[in-house]
């Protein structure tokens, strides 16, 4: 069964979305899962994790609303004020709504790089796990650091990296000091038990006129550093139509993906999302 484990539904008239403006012309409009069932139905795709777009506990309520009627959504990662004093008992009473999987701050939007390690998040993180929860981690490569002794603060935390990190795809060569000090962080990380990682966004890094080989050595450290059993495709749709869209880039993942063994493109399209995401559980 294949996942999408990172797509986004949005309307613009509610207002929160403070990042899309119309100068994101191709995704200055409203997205509903109308506008995602072709291409579900192209790639076989059974379902999808649907992610929080906006910093609001309004617009997690707008997707968990969405999901219940719409079948193919089997996961919602919302959104949380992991500072607010009770944000512990947020997260509990949000984890009552059964498809509910994550919680994800928009820690590439924030200031400090190490805005995750404040003391004042500790509750949210323990609530987060406390509900069987996952922490999606968007961030960037200058957040990694930060990211490692969070994950080895909170073992038992189950940690989902988004878009590979957000590597510099245009501006990289591989093999640079960027790229390898990445690439070492990305393995660091990959070697901690509760830690996966989305190849989902690293189109959006790349230069416009991108080919599928310029992806590939981050897809080899990805890979290297997470195995299959920790890397799960995703599409950042409708995000992706800024970089080519939804066919190009799932056509170059699965070109990429021609080179594994059946069982191990398994986990990347479809099982590791199932398992970390506890989808057989809902």
């Given at each position: 069964?294949r996942?999408?484990?990172?797509?986004?539904?949005?309307?613009?008239?509610?207002?929160?979305?403070?990042?899309?403006?119309?100068?994101?012309?191709?995704?200055?409009?409203?997205?509903?899962?109308?506008?995602?069932?072709?291409?579900?139905d192209?790639?076989?795709?059974?379902?999808?994790?649907?992610?929080?777009?906006?910093?609001?506990?309004?617009?997690?309520?707008?997707?968990?609303?969405?999901?219940?009627?719409?079948?193919?959504?089997a996961?919602?990662?919302?959104?949380?004020?992991?500072?607010?004093?009770?944000?512990?008992?947020?997260?509990?009473?949000?984890?009552?709504?059964?498809?509910?999987?994550?919680?994800?701050?928009?820690?590439?939007?924030?200031?400090?790089?190490?805005?995750?390690?404040?003391?004042a998040?500790?509750?949210?993180?323990?609530?987060?796990?406390?509900?069987?929860?996952?922490?999606?981690?968007?961030?960037?490569?200058?957040?990694?650091?930060?990211?490692?002794?969070?994950?080895?603060?909170?073992?038992?935390?189950?940690?989902?990296?988004?878009?590979?990190?957000?590597?510099?795809?245009?501006?990289?060569?591989?093999?640079?000091?960027?790229?390898?000090?990445?690439?070492?962080?990305?393995?660091?990380?990959g070697?901690?038990?509760?830690?996966?990682?989305?190849?989902?966004?690293?189109?959006?890094?790349?230069?416009?006129?991108w080919?599928?080989?310029?992806?590939?050595?981050?897809?080899d450290?990805?890979?290297?550093?997470?195995?299959?059993?920790?890397?799960?495709?995703?599409?950042?749709?409708?995000?992706?139509?800024?970089?080519?869209?939804?066919?190009?880039?799932?056509?170059?993942?699965?070109?990429?993906?021609?080179?594994?063994?059946?069982?191990?493109?398994?986990?990347?399209?479809?099982?590791?999302?199932?398992?970390?995401y506890?989808?057989?559980?809902?």
């Amino acid at each position: 069964m294949r996942i999408d484990a990172h797509q986004h539904y949005w309307q613009l008239a509610r207002g929160d979305y403070g990042w899309l403006t119309p100068k994101l012309a191709p995704i200055y409009r409203d997205f509903g899962p109308g506008d995602l069932a072709p291409r579900l139905d192209a790639f076989d795709i059974a379902c999808t994790i649907l992610v929080q777009a906006a910093p609001t506990q309004a617009e997690t309520r707008f997707m968990l609303d969405l999901a219940a009627t719409t079948p193919s959504v089997a996961g919602v990662v919302g959104w949380a004020d992991m500072e607010a004093p009770d944000a512990a008992e947020h997260i509990a009473r949000l984890a009552t709504r059964p498809k509910l999987v994550g919680i994800r701050p928009m820690i590439h939007d924030i200031a400090d790089p190490r805005w995750m390690l404040s003391p004042a998040l500790s509750p949210a993180y323990a609530a987060i796990e406390t509900a069987g929860l996952v922490f999606d981690a968007l961030v960037r490569p200058v957040h990694l650091g930060s990211l490692e002794t969070l994950v080895g603060r909170h073992p038992g935390l189950s940690v989902v990296i988004d878009h590979g990190a957000k590597p510099d795809v245009a501006r990289w060569t591989p093999g640079d000091e960027d790229f390898a000090d990445w690439a070492e962080r990305m393995h660091r990380l990959g070697r901690r038990t509760n830690v996966v990682c989305k190849t989902s966004g690293l189109v959006t890094e790349a230069r416009p006129d991108w080919e599928p080989g310029d992806l590939i050595p981050y897809l080899d450290v990805l890979l290297d550093a997470f195995g299959p059993e920790g890397l799960l495709f995703g599409s950042d749709w409708p995000v992706v139509n800024l970089a080519g869209g939804y066919d190009r880039w799932t056509n170059a993942l699965l070109g990429w993906l021609d080179r594994l063994d059946t069982s191990s493109r398994a986990m990347i399209l479809g099982e590791t999302a199932s398992r970390i995401y506890k989808l057989t559980e809902r």
